[in-house]
């Protein structure tokens, strides 16, 4: 007993100083948060409640927030005739509103334009400095604003017509730029960049440590770290040099510092991050800029860096040019937030692009949210099989007999996997893996309830003359085997529904409180405790009581969404029915496969109703 007090007590003070550091990237104000930019956040977001789902004593930190100095943010406050710093207040909010939407738990959301900002990064040029990785030289090269960079003659793109030469990599124009900078010592740091990228796992997917690679593999030139105040002057000064401002990436990925109180010594208690996930455009910026400033800082470069591909509209970049910009505002209208999260984390993997469609939403939501997830909490909930609206207990014999059908020795199997399977995909961050193992759970908890007809028990036998007894020992079989049904399907939604709650924590939320199950039980740890998936001698004695359901939670977790064919094609969509999904992922599993197949039919069969 005292040793599993001290056991527990141990755990605890080993993870509460052991904290969890994650970092979205920081957003651009020059424009209205996209499903793009969401996409960054809610895969920051279901990494850090994954990890208070297994550690919730552990202190966690997730910084988000908007980046907001340089060239790009004055063109687009002085396209909009609107003062500057006004600009980045309502672009700015409009972030932190979408993302308190969408359920981001952020602990931070930090501005570049605030106070400890400039104070950090005004401490980190001076360690640069001291510690002699800045020069001043004059500087000529192609700047690209919209991208932030200068460029090198290789990354650029001439168009003869026009005499314009463009990104290579982002598709903007450049500009020829002379002036005198301050330049970081980039080159003396390719050794240590090279010796950090392989640690291995340090950049995940493995397809992005290739890339990176790749890039290393050319000579580093040294960077500019300062433009002159008269062209960039929306920016931070340079100490001790106002003639200068500090360049907008070095501003930029200082923020993570500054977030967990750098430069007071506190930060330290943070640092390095354990994950800071980026997507695939600023990796040259993270991989390779932000480990060499921090290296010549003196501190440690992050543990990894999460990198994820884009999401493209009808297999066409989002750009405002296009008018083709998904704005999860108006999307979350059609499909909620909680829908919106689901689809992202479901549909996007991180190591290929992915592509958005009103059709693909449409279907993915009805199919599995609706008419697997919602519809078997509705049937488990119905007043008609359950009309004292409870978690029923199991029945040892009931339960004994129903494990002899086939459809629950499947079921079983999926429960006796799930938990094993789940953690493995959460630690892979594979979200659409974790989905694949619930969505294949809960087919096979439809399954095992079609099969075993709990409607044919409800219906009392009568006793006529001298079967009164057989006929009542009937009625109390039949009682038992329709309480025990219900249990197994409500510990599978349970059990599904603590799975889920990093990726769609209201809608697991309101299951779970439907199901009345406390709180403090909500918790990785309690995966185990599935009353059936073990043996049913241990089921019986496992917490095995009849409870009252949440009579304040409905049971309607996900109205189907009801579009016709013109609200489709408004929305600019047309109907493919051969759509392509992942391409060739790092790690294909057989499940998942065979998940998308039977996923795809059953969406397939909902097409109708959702035209
Ligand atoms: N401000 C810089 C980051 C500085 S971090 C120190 C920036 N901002 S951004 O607003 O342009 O992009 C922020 C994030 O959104 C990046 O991770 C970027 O990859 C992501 N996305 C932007 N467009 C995207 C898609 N179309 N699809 C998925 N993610 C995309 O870069």
Redesign the pocket.
Known sequence: MLTNKLNTFRRYCAQASNPFYATT????VNAAP????L??AVITDAICRYQRLRQPEQSLHLCTGT?EHGTKIQQAASAQAVPVAQYCDDISARYREVFAEAGIANTDFIRTTEGRHKQAVAQFWRTLNAREHIYSAAYSGWYCVSDETFLTDSQLRLDTASNTRFSLESGHPVEWTEETNYMFRLSNLQDDVLHWVKQGGRIRPGKFEKILLDMLSEPLPDVSVSRPTNRVHWAIPVPDDDSQTVYV?LD??I??LTSVGYPDEKFRSYWPPNVQ??????LK??GIYWPAFLIAAGLEPPQQLFV?????VDGQ??SKSKQNVVDPVVAAKTYTMEGLRYFLLREGVAHSDGNFSNVKALRILNSELADTLGNLLSRACAKSLNPRQVYPRLHAVQLDDLLRMDATKRLQDALQQIEARCAQHYADNNFYLVVDTVISTLHAANNFFETARPWELKRPIAAGGTDADAANTRNIENFERLETIIAMTMDTLRICGIVLQPIVPQLCGKLLDKLAVPQEQRLWRNLGECCFAMSPSISASNGNVTRPLGARTDAVLFRRIQLDESELLAAGQAYKPQEKRHTKPDVEENTSKQTKQKSNKKAGKSKKVAL
């Not at 996209?34 to 930019?37: E, V």
């Not at 996930?277 to 600023?282: A, L, N, P, T």
């Open positions: 990237p920081i957003f651009y996209h499903i793009g930019h996409y960054s980046d990436w930029a990925l923020n993570y996930v980026i997507g695939k455009d600023i910026f993270h994820h591909s884009h999401w493209t970049k989002m």
